[in-house]
């Protein structure tokens, strides 16, 4: 079972970077087309507010806000969405 400790090392070592990088890669392709189309937009937006809620999490998980069964639960939700997001 995973605990706190896992989820955290998940977050800061593989989620987050990801995330940061489809924004960076997301803005590249608006700016290489000179114009964002509101579809571009929305992702971006949604992308910034993806980030800032694992931000978020991590800060909770360092201040020691989540108890090991959400920990545990999150991080099972996480793993799910990288291998489906592989495949």
Same mark, same amino acid.
């Given at each position: 079972m995973a605990g706190c400790e &896992?989820? #955290?090392e998940l977050l800061e070592i593989e989620v987050i970077p990801d995330v940061e990088e489809m924004i &960076? !890669?997301?803005f590249e392709e608006i700016a290489d087309a000179k114009e964002a189309d509101e579809e571009s #937009?929305? !992702?971006y937006a949604e992308l910034q507010e993806l980030r800032s809620s694992f931000e978020e999490l991590l800060s909770d998980l360092q201040d020691g806000e989540v108890n090991e069964d959400e920990c545990a639960e999150i991080y099972e939700e996480l793993v799910k969405m990288i291998e489906s997001q592989e495949e």
């Open positions: &896992d989820l #955290k &960076d !890669e997301l #937009k929305a !992702e």
